[in-house]
């Protein structure tokens, strides 16, 4: 059986717009997912779950650095490459 697995998740050269919109989805998604097993930590444990603490401020962090440099691609009038590969391994 393999244990591993790589998935290209992005490749491709894209207008400053649409990686915009790529790439905010995704860490949207990580952070709605984050938010939602804290909120459910809460409820069940009473306290929040600090993993979910932690990788929220790491997302957010990662979204304003996102911006910033989006916004450079866009003064520059210039497109972004966008290569992600998701790596799975089975331990």
Known sequence: M???E??????GTYAPDEARE???QLL???INFHNQRNFSSRERFGK????????LK??????????T???KAVTEQKNITINS???INIE
């Open 85 to 87: 590969s998701i790596e």
């Open 2 to 4: 393999k244990k591993t």
């Open 48 to 55: 929040p779950d600090a993993d979910s603490e932690q990788r």
């Open 22 to 24: 790529i790439l905010l």
């Open 6 to 11: 790589t998935i290209d998740l992005i490749k």
């Open 58 to 67: 790491y997302l957010e962090e990662s979204r304003k650095n996102l911006e």
């Open 28 to 30: 949207i998604s990580k």
């Open 69 to 71: 440099f989006i916004s």
